[in-house]
């Protein structure tokens, strides 16, 4: 009977330690940057998305960009893109908007983020390379990493 009950801890927290291990973002008490699918919106040429960024890496990040890819409703690529986030100061909550010409937001089945642009080479000892990244959305677009 002991030995079935150490058995179910061990169970537990290898569980707890697996899940930890797949969400960088929370083993690091929060650490990184948040980015947030706020809204999209039609616009005259396109679909304007407007994002949340938020950085708790530690460090302010003089230049932040991501890339992205866009799936059709099927599941199919769409295109794949950098956002330039531009300066993202430590501590700080800042908004974005990036503009996705020739389509509908409606069109918009998902967003993946690649990672985190220029992260190769000489560039990849960048804070922004090395730091956790989460992703929420607020839209019926989902937003993922």
Do not use: W, Y
Request: proline share 5%.
């Amino acid at each position: 009977m002991r030995f079935a009950r150490q058995l179910e801890v061990f169970a537990a927290v290898s569980l707890t330690v697996a899940a930890l291990l797949a969400n960088p973002a929370h083993a690091a008490d929060g650490k990184g940057v948040t980015l947030e699918l706020n809204k999209a919106a039609a616009a005259s040429n396109g679909c304007l998305l407007t994002f949340v960024a938020s950085n708790a890496t530690g460090a302010a990040l003089p230049s932040a960009g991501f890339e992205f890819v866009l799936f059709d409703k099927e599941g199919l690529v769409d295109r794949m893109t950098v956002f330039d986030f531009g300066a993202l100061p430590e501590e700080k909550t800042v908004v974005r908007q990036f503009q996705i010409p020739g389509g509908t937001c409606e069109s918009i089945g998902s967003i993946l983020v690649n990672g985190a642009s220029g992260c190769s080479g000489a560039t990849a000892a960048s804070p922004l390379c090395a730091a956790p990244l989460s992703t929420a959305s607020r839209t019926p677009i989902n937003f993922n990493k």
